[in-house]
């Protein structure tokens, strides 16, 4: 296609709209490390940027298409608006290509009940269902989602409930299941890909049933102290369930590698499961950093605390820790990457400033301290130096870069600074 483009020339076709997003997207890409060659001002990002604006005027005619290149397009112009920092311009296109992906044959009902073999009770039967559709369909509704989660949109309420999820999951390419994919990179990399589909979709409603049954569970309790005491008991079960979802991962995405030999599948696996544990933790760092005396407010409860916050401190510092590879590359979750990793530097942060304050009052008081994982003044420098290094493109962080900045310089002063490897999970 690409090619066609370049022999016959660029006309006002949907596929020259597709050559040139590409070609967009092409021109920022760089093999993994820092993207000196791809910043503001070189060569290559401005290459991108006229490879866009031209992709940009042959958009509008695609609204309307019922043909998959339309949606195709609109994905696309998506992840092109992601790697520039334009995140909320990038939801417009995501909403644009889930939109047009709604009248795909493949998510006709009929085509649904045929393939899950609904409508006679059968087993699933493989059935020729078009595995484009399927990547872009899913794409794009990921894509909106996580945008969407972590941007306010007044009208659009964020997905905390499994009522809204598609029925049904992605479709691994059967067919070719009994075929030697690693005879054929590229069927093995579909294979991988439909697994990594089908494992963070699992993930998501987990993540969205987690998150509704403790909603559920605050909302049954008048205080905070019963809701941290429900809280605690209910934790090993919700462990276990993520770590049931980790071993159920196929070997070519399991966590048993180490993150060194991570392709990009398993790397934002590993990053889906560390925001779930955030998530299972998250009620007890914020009552240990919001609490003036932990001891005296949650009698009854303060080890609990104590302990699943400094299993929540642990998180924090390994997401900066598998993060920190990538921190100077651009993709389209970089934007993404930083809100995360800002949010876990500033809840180390946090948890150090309170930690100090607590011992200097002394232990007459009685007052509960975590213990810092060894290492996080060093996740708060990497992290410092990460929003400057993408500060002149986005100043989303400019607040938190300073906090952190300002927040450092008495841990410099007071602490011996030093690291010790993570483990991971």
């Not at 966590?255 to 990053?271: I, S």
Request: with cysteine; proline share 6%; hydrophobic share 40%.
């Amino acid at each position: 296609m690409v090619l066609s483009t370049i022999m016959n020339g660029v006309d006002w076709s949907p596929e020259s709209c597709l050559a040139l997003l590409v070609c967009a997207l092409g021109s920022l890409s760089t093999s993994f490390g820092p993207s000196h060659d791809a910043m503001p001002g070189t060569i290559a990002y401005n290459n991108a940027m006229a490879f866009f604006q031209a992709a940009q005027k042959r958009l509008g005619l695609l609204i309307s298409s019922d043909e998959l290149i339309g949606p195709q397009c609109l994905f696309l112009a998506g992840v092109f608006m992601m790697c520039v920092f334009q995140p909320l311009k990038a939801w417009r296109y995501f909403l644009q290509a889930l939109a047009g992906c709604q009248q795909l044959p493949f998510l006709a009902q009929e085509n649904q009940e045929k393939y899950h073999g609904i409508s006679d009770g059968s087993h699933p039967q493989d059935h020729a269902i078009d595995t484009l559709q399927q990547a872009v369909y899913w794409s794009a509704w990921k894509s909106e989602r996580e945008v969407r989660s972590t941007n306010y949109m007044p009208d659009f309420v964020n997905d905390m409930s499994t009522n809204i999820y598609p029925p049904f999951f992605p479709t691994p390419p059967a067919p070719r299941t009994e075929l030697d994919t690693s005879a054929d990179p590229r069927r093995e990399r579909e294979q991988i890909s439909w697994y990594f589909y089908l494992a963070e979709i699992s993930l998501r409603r987990l993540t969205a049933r987690m998150s509704a049954g403790m909603m559920e569970l605050q909302a049954q309790h008048e205080n905070q102290q019963s809701f941290l005491a429900a809280m605690a008991a209910v934790v090993p079960e919700h462990e276990a369930q993520v770590n049931s979802w980790i071993s159920s991962l196929p070997p070519n995405l399991s966590f048993e590698a180490p993150p060194e030999e991570d392709d990009v599948c398993r790397f934002v696996l590993r990053g889906h499961a560390i925001n779930l544990f955030e998530l299972i933790y998250w009620p007890f760092i914020s009552a240990y950093l919001t609490c003036e005396d932990l001891s005296r407010s949650f009698a009854s409860t303060s080890s609990n605390i104590a302990h699943y916050a400094e299993r929540s401190l642990h998180y924090h510092l390994v997401r900066l820790t598998l993060n920190k590879p990538g921190y100077r590359h651009r993709h389209h979750g970089t934007n993404p990457m930083m809100q995360t990793c800002s949010r876990s530097a500033l809840v180390l942060l946090g948890a150090s400033i309170k930690s100090e304050t607590t011992r200097a009052q002394g232990t007459d008081r009685g007052g509960t301290t975590v213990t810092l994982p060894q290492g996080w003044q060093e996740g708060i420098d990497d992290i410092v130096d990460l929003l400057d290094y993408w500060g002149n493109e986005t100043r989303d962080f400019g607040k938190i870069r300073t906090v952190l900045d300002q927040g450092r310089m008495p841990a410099n002063g007071s602490a011996s600074w030093t690291y010790a490897p993570q483990t991971y999970m």
